[in-house]
């Protein structure tokens, strides 16, 4: 079966690094989020939200991207969740406070 939808979350975890990385925050517990949120939602569409290795965005994380429309939003914590799956999948607007506006190669 074919999704709609992808939303991948890193939950990459660089340990003994000085560079901060997603998994060490709460990568695992924002899938959960998700996917009580889009149950909550009702959301019909076919989704599939997945962990993910690094988006390249690591400073700016946790890092979520949705594909096929490649929006990536940032610094989302689980307390966004809701906000997020409501503005974007259920009013289909962008949550501008958490959005990537720069390319991800030039972040
Ligand atoms: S560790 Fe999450 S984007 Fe790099």
Known sequence: M??????????NERKNSTRRSCGEQHGLLLIEKLKESFAKYNINVRTRIQRSGCLGICDLGPTIAIYPEGTFYVNVQLEDVDE????????????????LTKHPKDV
């Open 2 to 11: 074919m999704y709609d939808i992808h939303i991948f979350v890193c939950t």
């Open 84 to 99: 997020l799956v409501r503005t974007h999948f259920v009013e289909k607007k962008k949550l501008e406070r958490l959005l």
